[in-house]
């Protein structure tokens, strides 16, 4: 009955910009913690940014520090990746996932309890 599904990856150059969404049925997402993972081919999950309480608290992998933003609609019940200045390494599945409780705490060893399926971003020229 809990669903998360994610959008909006897909094919872009170095520099480019996507905003991932995270569509989120059968719970309140102002409930819960949210995060985004993502892999690589060849490598291991890396956790890429979690929002607690909107406008609270947000953290994000370093190697994505300052480039990309996480936020909410929580009319809309979603979660969102606003991925800016994009590289190739950023390429991979990302994921989101969802945890009760309004605070991001040990976030990284992704143990959430809900996950979507994923949506592939290609970063290339």
């Known amino acids: 009955q809990f669903q998360l599904v994610e959008s909006g990856g897909g094919l872009v150059q170095p520099g480019g910009s996507l905003r991932l969404a995270c569509a989120v049925t059968g719970f309140k997402v102002d409930s819960y913690h949210i995060s985004w993972f993502r892999r690589a081919p060849g490598k291991e999950r890396e956790g890429v940014s979690c929002?607690?309480?909107?406008?609270?608290?947000?953290y994000y992998a370093d190697s994505v520090s300052g480039r990309f933003t996480i936020s909410r609609d929580n009319t809309k019940n979603t979660v969102f990746l606003q991925m800016n200045n994009l590289k190739p390494e950023d390429s991979g599945v990302y994921y989101c996932?969802?945890?009760?409780?309004?605070?991001?705490?040990?976030?990284?060893?992704?143990?959430?309890?809900?996950w979507g399926k994923g949506t592939l971003v290609t970063v290339s020229s």
């Open positions: 929002s607690g309480e909107d406008g609270i608290s947000a």
């Open positions: 996932a969802a945890e009760i409780g309004v605070y991001c705490y040990d976030w990284e060893t992704g143990d959430q309890t809900y």
